[in-house]
């Protein structure tokens, strides 16, 4: 089966532990560039967040994560640049003190990423974008303007894995083929295309038995295939399913 199709992306904020009480963010939106390697202010794309909002960084320690977008569809290929738009609501307590964190007028178009993170058709992926807090709050001596420069590190991971393959005899059976995978947990399902290729997405690694379900009025048996391994991030071809 052709690689093709989209991959689906989810972000979220997390934090190292910093020297404050308190560092909030107020956080608009993450964009991206995807196959596009340019560094002007072209061809970027809103992920559409889905819990804008202001943070405190010094909580996003210790597996606490915000979630910013949740399983996006973008196009397969490189993830060049994500870019995290701020808005101007961020502050800084110390000793109980609140200052106004200042931002940069460069940082009003957002703070520019560099991933070029290949991403896969139909793999998903998770991008965790890391506050350095102390690199990131720049304090003068006397606490009279404190600036945000935000230092963030992104690192991706992988969630889930794909099962591909084709039907041999589809044009054929002149009906629709259902194919379903299971753990024993999950069930995925689909159906094959005109062409008798189909793919099973997003999921997750382990062992799957599938079954391929030809129209019961032609009286083919199911075609079972057991033991198919499925890793993060990879694709899994199975040989050629085909109805006798």
Do not use: C
């Not at 559409?48 to 973008?74: H, K, Q, R, S």
């Not at 591909?164 to 753990?183: C, K, M, P, R, Y």
């Not at 379900?213 to 050629?240: H, K, R, W």
Request: aromatic fraction near 6%; charged fraction near 15%.
């Amino acid at each position: 089966t052709p690689e093709r199709g989209s991959a689906y992306m989810s972000v979220k904020l997390v934090d190292a532990p910093g020297d404050y009480e308190h560092v909030y963010v107020d956080v608009e939106d993450i964009m991206i560039k995807v196959n596009d390697d340019s560094e002007d202010d072209s061809g970027w794309i809103s992920i559409n967040a889905i819990n804008p909002g202001i943070y405190d960084l010094l909580e996003l320690t210790g597996g606490i994560n915000v979630l910013l977008a949740d399983d996006y569809e973008i196009p397969s290929g490189t993830l060049n640049q994500i870019r995290l738009i701020l808005g101007t609501d961020n502050s800084v307590v110390i000793d109980g003190q609140t200052y106004p964190l200042n931002t940069p007028s460069a940082q009003q178009s957002g703070l520019k990423i560099k991933v070029n993170q290949p991403v896969l058709p139909n793999i998903s992926y998770t991008f965790l974008l890391d506050f350095d807090v102390d690199a990131s709050v720049v304090l003068a001596p006397d606490t009279s303007n404190i600036n945000l420069k935000p230092v963030i590190n992104a690192s991706v991971e992988a969630e889930t894995g794909v099962i591909a393959g084709t039907i041999d005899n589809f044009d054929t059976l002149q009906s629709q083929v259902l194919i379903e995978a299971t753990n024993g947990i999950e069930t995925i399902s689909t159906y094959a295309n005109d062409l008798g290729e189909y793919v099973l997405v997003g999921l997750p690694s382990g062992t799957y038995t599938v079954t391929a379900y030809a129209d019961s009025s032609l009286g083919f048996p199911d075609v079972i295939v057991t033991n198919v391994t499925v890793e993060v991030g990879q694709t899994t071809t199975l040989d050629p399913i085909t109805f006798q």
